[in-house]
């Protein structure tokens, strides 16, 4: 979602402002802005498009030791220049930046415009830094407290005010906001990426809190004027892990990662003496997580898909039932939470709004909640307060890779500790985890024979329509190759289970659709091929992802990936699906990293 970003020191603060700005584009990159105060007042330059356009219009002489940055993703109002934040009461002396949504903004915009308020925007930000300029108080940060209280909604703010010449108000309720702590000056940001290029120490906020930044340092305080005590926390990130290194996008890069993204998920938890997994985060004695029934996956976009996978796994090595579900859905169809049921909350980001309110509407009815989220520190990680750390390192591309396959190696350990508790076998607790240990190298071998995938790739970019078809497993793998596909190439493609294309879908295959069929061999192979014979019929092409070069019916194309271990073979076959999106998108000229209308991260509703 929208990236915030703001400095205050002894250095010129356009050029950290921009760098930060860059850093944080994936949040949402449909405008751009910053405001730097100088002692005539208030620079503030903002338009529509990306940030390095925004940048290029700068007047090239932009100095002031004091600016706050924004990279939004559109919610309320189209993306335009107008829109673009930074916004500013009337008068141009207060600016704001913010992540989130003011839900009673119409509200207090109609009661503003009574009082003869022009608004030069139309989004809820603006109604901000009118609320602010007007509020009363000797102090911006009792400006910015006092215009809160009139507001409901989420935020990740930041304030500066012309009056103020040394200082930037920053708040928190549901949106991340870290401050960084340097040497005489003072950095903030809705992520740390934009953070670890300057400072190491860190200030996560707490809902609720607000802090002042000044060169020397800062100051949290609660909405309600309390002191809080708040302790620096080492950012562990490091600077290149930021860079494209030699790929061309970062989705690219992050594909190419993920052997070692797997090796650092399974880094010092696999116990070998006793064929199981350590995993300390999740803060659960055997006693406890025995007593659960039933786990319920909890996740958004592909984070969802992969929990699917993450239930079929744990569920047929421990016999334990799971299942997985949008946590959008479950938070707003009033959810049964259960006792005896152990609730797994995934996100990449660590900040999707519907998977942390889900969290939190889990915790308000008393059930367990557990996180296995990458970014650490990240507001659904301290939720759940225990869980798994994916540890893949930052994740840039919009879509997710490396962090989808890491998210399917915490479930795999979390089965093999879950199982070991029960009826998995030391001989079965220990083929799981030679296939682990080979897993990087079969995956890094899958990566390097990608040839093929371009070329299919260039075959198939110019068609407009494809179904991807499987049974269990394969159709959560389904799911995410059409997921990918549709986010990177913006070509049309639905998921279906195999089972079903009979029921409806197949009135729409012709030689004009492609269907792509996953087809391990297992148990559902022979109807898997019942399903490509359907499709052929009707003269379809089919590309088929297999584990055997011979295949019964005759397909138009395939992909051979290795076999590893039952649990296990979903995750190569993830490989040709992310490698054909990618392709396509290139051969269709799409903005691989940044496709239109998304962001990396969905921080509201
Ligand atoms: C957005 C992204 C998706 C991602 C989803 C969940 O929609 O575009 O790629 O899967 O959010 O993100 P999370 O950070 O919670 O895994």
Redesign the pocket.
């Known amino acids: 979602m929208c990236g915030i970003v703001g400095y205050v020191g002894h250095q010129n603060a356009a050029p950290i402002l921009l760098e930060a700005l860059h850093r944080l584009e994936y949040r949402g990159y449909d405008s751009a802005g910053v405001a730097v105060l100088r002692k005539s007042g208030l620079a503030v330059h903002k338009r529509r498009g990306k940030v390095h356009e925004m940048a290029a219009r700068l007047p090239k002489r932009l100095s002031g030791n004091l600016g706050i940055g924004h990279t939004r993703w559109a919610t309320h109002g189209e993306p335009s220049d107008a829109n673009a934040h930074p916004h500013t009461d009337s008068s141009g002396r207060v600016a704001v930046v913010h992540n989130g949504i003011i839900e009673n903004a119409h509200e207090l915009r109609a009661r503003l415009a009574a009082d003869g308020v022009e608004f030069a925007s139309e989004t809820d930000t603006e109604v901000l830094a009118q609320l602010i300029a007007r509020a009363g108080g000797a102090s911006l940060t009792e400006a910015v407290r006092s215009a809160l209280t009139m507001v409901t909604g989420t935020y990740g703010l930041a304030v500066v005010d012309a009056k103020h010449l040394n200082e930037i108000v920053v708040a928190r309720n549901g949106s991340p906001v870290i401050l960084g702590i340097g040497e005489r000056e003072m950095f903030v940001a809705s992520d740390a990426a934009a953070l670890v290029r300057h400072t190491r120490q860190a200030v996560y906020l707490d809902d609720g809190e607000i802090a002042t930044l000044e060169p020397r340092g800062y100051r949290v305080t609660t909405l309600d004027a309390a002191p809080a005590s708040k302790r620096p926390t080492q950012l562990e990130l490091a600077d290149e892990a930021f860079g494209k290194g030699a790929h061309s996008h970062y989705m690219m890069k992050e594909i190419h990662e993920q052997p070692d993204a797997i090796r650092r998920t399974l880094s010092g938890r696999i116990d070998r003496r006793f064929a199981t997994a350590r995993l300390d985060g999740l803060e659960l004695s055997p006693r406890e997580l025995a007593q659960f029934r039933r786990i319920k996956i909890l ?7 992969s929990g699917l996978l993450g239930a079929r796994l744990i569920e047929r090595l421990t016999r334990v039932p799971a299942d997985a579900e949008s946590a959008a859905e479950f938070r707003y169809r009033n959810p049964v939470i259960e006792d005896d049921t152990l609730y797994i909350a ?7 709004f519907d ?1 942390l309110a889900a969290v939190e509407e889990i915790k308000r009815k008393g059930g367990a909640v557990i996180g296995i989220v ?2 650490v520190g990240s507001s ?1 990680a301290r939720a759940c307060g225990r869980g798994i750390y994916l540890h893949a390192g930052p994740e840039i591309a ?3 890779t490396k ?2 396959m890491s998210t399917l190696v915490a479930f795999a350990l979390f089965a093999l500790h879950l199982g070991r508790m029960k009826d998995v076998s030391l001989a079965q607790g220990k083929r799981l985890i030679e296939a682990l240990d080979a897993l990087p190298e079969r995956i890094a071998a899958c990566i390097a024979d990608s040839d093929h995938v371009t070329r299919l790739a260039a075959k198939y970019a110019q068609f407009t329509n494809a179904y991807f078809v499987g049974r269990n497993e394969g159709f959560a793998l389904a799911q995410e190759g059409a ?1 990918k596909l549709k ?1 990177v190439s913006y070509l049309h493609a639905e998921a279906y289970p195999a089972s079903e294309l009979k029921h409806g879908p197949l009135a729409l295959v012709s030689p004009d659709t492609l269907t792509v069929a996953i087809v391990p061999a297992d148990d559902l192979f022979e109807k898997n091929i019942g399903t490509i014979e359907e499709v052929r019929a009707r003269r379809g092409p089919v590309l088929a992802i297999v584990h055997h070069h011979e295949l019964p019916a005759a397909v138009d194309d395939i992909v051979v990936v290795p076999q590893l271990h039952e649990l296990l073979d979903p995750l190569p076959m993830l490989i040709p699906l992310q490698l054909f999106a990618y392709h396509v998108a290139a051969a269709r000229d799409c903005d691989i990293d940044q496709p239109r209308n ?5 921080t509201v509703e």
């Open positions: 996740g958004c976009g592909s984070a969802c898909i995934v996100s990449q980001s660590g900040e999707t998977t990458n970014v659904i919009v879509v997710s962090t989808f997921l986010e998304l962001a990396k991260s969905v």
